[in-house]
């Protein structure tokens, strides 16, 4: 069966500092990938997603980035964190038409 | 634009009670529509999904929902409210079925369970 694992759970960091959360996916094959992030109080909003290695796709300007190394790796990145990056970060990862979400991390950006 | 909107931000019952959470969408071209449920601190687990089938689609834990394109509805319901069923609810629409997908979802609904 297919698991998707997040890390950390939770992060307090530094304004100012950088930043790196990893998603990885067992049990298949070439999945679409995707990182989300939670704020407080509202609903879930796409950041990027992945077809396939080293393709990343971002829906917003904002002060992150993402990478795919490999497969089924997935990471979100940020050189400097901003007060406003704080927020709970989930991956998923879709084959067909159904996705499916990793634990998630949550950051706090002091 | 696809779109979802979610009526109300709290929605309190009895256990044993009726469970309505309200779903209404904007989409361009036949959606596909989902409801995931949330537990503190935990990712999202999908309920159910409306992919062009049957329009009453049942899911996990005793949930169902039915699409109604009339309304542009998709409202989750459940017969009798158990406690545990106490979480954060988010309704969901995708534009593709090709296996890659964008889902845009609402803000929530946060489901109260009282004794």
């Known amino acids: 069966s297919q698991t998707i694992h997040q890390w950390p759970a939770t992060l307090v960091q530094p304004v100012g500092s950088p930043l790196s959360l990893e998603c990885t996916v067992e049990?298949?094959?070439?999945?679409?990938l995707y990182w989300y992030r939670q704020a407080a109080g509202r609903g879930l909003q796409l950041l990027f997603y992945?077809?396939?290695?080293?393709?990343i796709s971002s829906e917003v300007p904002q002060n992150l980035s993402a990478s795919r190394p490999q497969d089924r790796q997935f990471i979100l990145s940020s050189k400097k964190l901003l007060l406003s990056d704080s927020g709970f970060y989930l991956c998923a990862w879709s084959v067909r038409d159904e996705q499916y979400f990793g634990p998630g991390t949550r950051l706090t950006v002091t | 634009a696809q779109s979802v909107t979610q009526l109300g931000s709290h929605v309190s019952v009895s256990e044993g009670a009726l469970v309505l959470l309200r779903c209404n969408y904007s989409s361009s071209v036949p959606p596909y529509l989902f409801w995931y449920v949330q537990y503190p601190n935990q990712g999202l687990q999908l309920l159910l999904k409306?992919?062009?089938?049957?329009?009453l689609v049942k899911g996990i834990n005793g949930f169902e929902a039915e699409f109604k394109k009339s309304e542009t509805s998709f409202h989750l319901t459940k017969p009798s409210a158990h406690m545990s069923d106490a979480a954060e609810y988010f309704c969901a629409v995708s534009f593709s079925s090709t296996g890659f997908q964008k889902l845009v979802f609402g803000t929530g609904t946060r489901l109260l369970v009282s004794p």
């Open positions: 992945s077809v396939g290695i080293g393709q």
């Open positions: 409306y992919t062009s089938a049957a329009t």
């Open positions: 049990g298949t094959s070439n999945p679409n």
